[in-house]
Every structure is written in C-alpha cells, then in structure tokens.
C-alpha cells in the first residue's frame, strides 16, 4: 500500500534487530508482524521499562499492534536516530516518557485518514489491478474497502491512546503543504495530546541531509 512503499524508500534502513538490555527493549527495523513476533517473543516475561525504537515506519497494522502494547505496558520510548511513518504515527505517541536523541527525527508523512479524506487511496488502484489481476472497478472496490479498513483500525488506535491522529496529516495540508516528511517541536506535539516529549537543543535544526525523502521541520501557526 501506499504509505509502506514510501517508508520503503528512506534512506539508511536499519538492518532488522531485537535485543534486550538493561530493561530496556530494543526494535530495530521497519515495522512488520514478524519482527513483532520475535519481539513479543523476547520481552514476554521481562520486566520491559523502556523500547528504544530505530525505524523508517512499515506496516500499519504492525505499528498499531506495537504502539497498543507500549500504551498498555506504559513504556518509555526512547530515539536514538530516526522513527518515521508508521513508526511516528502509531509507536512513538504511544509512550508514556518520549526522548528524542541528539541528532534523531520524528517524523509524519500522513496515514490511512488521510488518504481517504484527500482521496489519495485511489493511487493504489493501478497497483492492485496489477496485484490481483483484475480490472479497475473490482480493484477500487478491494482497495476502497481495505483502506476503510485501516481507517477504522487507527481510528480506535487514537482514541484509545487519547491523541488526536491529524497529528500524522496536518502538515501535508495547506498552509504548510510539506512534500514528504515533516516534524514538529515538543511543543506542537502537544497539541495533539503527545505529550511529555523530551526533544535535544536546537531540534528544529536537526541535520536530515542523510534522507533520500524531503524532511523539513514545521512550525504550526496558532491554533
């Protein structure tokens, strides 16, 4: 799908990896139910404080299976260099404590909502012909209903962790119109009810030149 494929192509992917240290979980990799299952696996029984998160985003569904189970277990998450689509969306609002690190991003480039209010899902409807081998009416019906279905999966997400999802979208609408990727201050983070983050000095300034995607760092006008 859509936004898979553009978290696909950040730059520096992170070999996947899971490890334990110290009380603290580590998840390294894009977002996928099998890289889940081995971390389920790793942390089951421990005593877990901390996920210490590296992740250019990945599947939906994956990310909201893991950002639930850092709500529920009241985890800490920590970034020690990126976390990014998916990753941003679902597992970083998640936490109860959230650091940032020197030199580390937290970044949006939208999720399913959006896609369905802007009408972008219908992107996916060449691709799904291609997929599935079928013409275009039965594809925009598959991808129709599989977007609905992800829209209401984040839907309950949100409202289950209390955070406001046009966190993920607002800067790709107008004023801001950002091209790719954006990230935002703690401050404006709060907004959305994603609170008690900890962002290093001079975060707006961030050195993102080793992306091969656009991110920029936005400052939200008054609400």
């Not at 409807?125 to 999966?153: D, F, P, Y």
Request: aromatic share 10%; hydrophobic share 40%.
């Amino acid at each position: 799908m859509l936004l898979l494929a553009a978290a696909a192509s950040i730059a520096n992917l992170a070999s996947a990896d899971i490890r334990l240290a110290a009380g603290a979980a580590y998840y390294t990799g894009p977002l996928s139910a099998g890289l889940n299952q081995r971390f389920f696996e790793a942390v089951q029984g421990k005593a877990i404080k901390r996920l210490v998160i590296t992740s250019s985003g990945g599947e939906v569904e994956a990310g909201i299976a893991l950002g639930l189970w850092v709500f529920d277990h009241r985890l800490d998450i920590e970034v020690p260099e990126y976390c990014l689509s998916s990753c941003a969306n679902y597992v970083f609002p998640a936490g109860r404590d959230k650091t940032i690190g020197a030199g580390a991003v937290v970044a949006w480039h939208g999720n399913y909502n959006h896609l369905k209010q802007t009408g972008l899902w219908q992107d996916d409807i060449a691709g799904s012909m291609q997929r599935h081998g079928v013409n275009a009416a039965t594809a925009r019906g598959l991808v129709h209903e599989e977007m609905e279905r992800l829209v209401g999966l984040e839907r309950d997400f949100y409202a289950h962790i209390g955070v406001d999802e046009y966190l993920c979208w607002i800067g790709k609408m107008p004023p801001y119109n950002a091209p790719n990727y954006y990230f935002l201050s703690g401050q404006d983070m709060a907004r959305f009810g994603v609170t008690r983050v900890q962002t290093p000095p001079g975060y707006e300034s961030t050195d993102v030149s080793g992306f091969n995607d656009h991110i920029i760092y936005l400052k939200l006008g008054e609400p």
